[in-house]
């Protein structure tokens, strides 16, 4: 097989560009917004990378490319295989698993076939690119028969694998028809990597009990001789960006701008998250009208702002849920709300990173209540803005974040009542407490960025393939 150039290769579902029209009709990419894209540009830069992934729009067969220094190599889908792979298998099927059975996951044979073909796409795409002893780094549910499809084609490559959304218990992982299939996929990496040492514990067992490969403890041991590492590696963001951001006088201004057209409230409270059945926003906005209609909040010195950014709009549980939030916020702001004074501000749309962190340093209490979450970055973001050591951050105990920012008010989702204590409680604490809580906090972001996330998964690729593979540079050497 001839091999290509690139010592490190990134495989995902999406390029880390979107496709833009130019007001003179041309097209043209910008880079999309995300802390998977700002870790591991650097990384890409300093190794020759090259990143795989499908550009978003079906049906086009694009040649390779170079954005602003970046080699972005576009894998095509077709309209059905979205239909199919992305919409069908990836979020109908181990989204749904994968998060808690929250929703109720399809399984449909026609979906499966299109997860095969599709990953095998990704594979050949990463054979060809990949110097020979690359490193490989796949990332994600979408991609998870990607490792061992690769080892097949590429036994030379270092191969490491990271899931960005929980692996569930064993109990739930078995209602999967393939999930021996995806177990087996997932061992063709050297390393695979989870938000949480929970989830890497589910992994060994499984493979253990399923495919009755040996396993001591984060080791699996394969027949060939062969070993695959499973551990935990807790992403985070880019803190000392979204610090500067924060810092600046335009976001600070718009900051005070927003809380001047809420009508200057005493206290703004703040949900940001896609619009998902995982990330609990209905419950979320049930606790808070209560408090409202209990007389604990007061829509004259009170207001939640709700963003919720458009997601997965083609998928029938998705619209499902926006018909449910929309009818509720309606139904809360017609009951409580006064002119000019909603209960909720409820926005469904997605907004430039300077208002998003002009949104953080507006809010008092930031409410992040996921019915479960591989890790939740908004979380990380909203601390990483408060360098005035003020702001309080509601968390639910099922977000990966919980692990570490554990100065929190966390809540259990479900617990309608506890939400509502939660919520009282960061509304009511003095400055004193809030400034010790959010000044631990913003330790942890400081100290686990981004950069120390894509490095030490990078390192730990290294040590455990150590024979193979030519080393890759570290975004910031040790
Ligand atoms: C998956 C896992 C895991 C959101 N709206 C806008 C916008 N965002 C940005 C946020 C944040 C990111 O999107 C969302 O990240 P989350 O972690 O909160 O959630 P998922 O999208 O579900 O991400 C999750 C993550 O992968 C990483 O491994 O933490 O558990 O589910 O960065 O700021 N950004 C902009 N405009 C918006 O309207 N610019």
Redesign the pocket.
């Known amino acids: 097989m001839t091999t290509g150039s690139a010592d490190l290769v990134i495989v995902a579902n999406r390029l880390p560009v979107d496709r833009v029209t130019l007001p003179d009709g041309s097209l043209d990419w910008r880079r999309s917004?995300?802390?998977?894209v700002s870790a591991l540009e650097p990384v890409m830069r300093s190794n020759d990378g090259a990143w795989i992934g499908w550009p978003g729009v079906a049906g086009e067969e694009l040649e390779p490319f170079v954005d602003d220094g970046l080699s972005l190599v576009p894998v095509a889908l077709s309209e059905t295989e979205v239909e199919e792979f992305y919409e069908g298998f990836s979020n109908g099927t181990l989204w749904p698993l994968y998060h808690d059975v929250v929703a109720k996951p399809e399984f449909h044979r026609e979906w499966w076939d299109a997860f095969v073909t599709v990953n095998q796409r990704f594979a050949d795409k990463a054979a060809t690119v990949a110097a020979k002893d690359a490193t490989v780094w796949v990332q994600d549910y979408q991609m998870q028969l990607v490792p061992q499809m690769l080892r097949e084609l590429r036994p030379d490559l270092r191969i490491g694998f990271y899931l960005?959304?929980p692996f569930p218990p064993a109990e739930l992982f078995q209602q999967l028809p393939w999930r021996r299939e995806i177990l087996e996929g997932l061992l063709g990496a050297d390393l695979v990597g989870f938000?949480l040492s929970g989830a890497a514990q589910n992994f060994v067992r499984l493979v253990r009990q399923r495919v009755g490969h040996k396993t001591h403890r984060d080791m699996v041991y394969l027949p060939d001789g062969r070993s695959v590492r499973a551990a935990a590696f807790p992403?985070s963001?880019d803190a000392e960006d979204f610090e500067k951001l924060a810092r600046s006088d335009s976001v600070n201004a718009r900051a005070a701008q927003i809380r001047t057209a809420l009508g200057n409230p005493e206290r703004v409270l703040l949900g940001?998250?896609?619009l998902?059945y995982t990330k609990g926003i209905y419950s979320r906005l049930r606790a808070y009208s209560e408090l409202v209609k209990d007389g604990h909040f007061d829509v004259n010195d009170s207001v939640f702002v709700q963003?919720a950014?458009p997601s997965r709009e083609r998928v029938e549980q998705y619209r499902v849920l926006r018909d449910d939030i929309d009818r509720l916020v309606g139904r809360i702001n017609g009951d409580l709300g006064r002119i000019g004074q909603p209960v909720i501000a409820y926005l469904h749309?997605?907004?430039?990173?300077h208002e998003?962190a002009a949104l953080y340093r507006a809010a008092d209490i930031m409410v992040v209540t996921p019915y479960r979450?591989?890790?939740?970055?908004?979380a990380k973001?909203y601390v990483a803005c408060r360098y005035d050591n003020d702001g309080a951050l509601v968390l639910s105990e099922f977000a990966?974040a919980a692990n570490e920012l554990r100065q929190a008010w966390q809540v259990n989702p479900y617990d309608i009542n506890g939400m509502k204590s939660a919520i009282l409680g960061a509304a009511t604490s003095d400055e004193k407490e809030r400034t010790r809580r959010m000044k631990a906090m913003r330790k942890t972001v400081s100290e686990h960025d981004v950069a120390s996330w894509a490095d030490g998964f990078l390192a730990e690729l290294a040590a455990v393939r150590p024979s193979h593979g030519k080393p890759v540079r570290p975004v910031r050497p040790a």
Do not use: A, F, K
């Not at 749309?349 to 990173?353: A, L, T």
């Not at 979450?373 to 908004?378: I, K, P, Q, T």
């Open positions: 917004p995300g802390g998977l960005h959304i938000q992403i963001i940001i998250d896609r998902d963003v950014t749309s997605s907004y430039p990173r998003m979450d591989g890790m939740n970055l908004v973001e990966g």
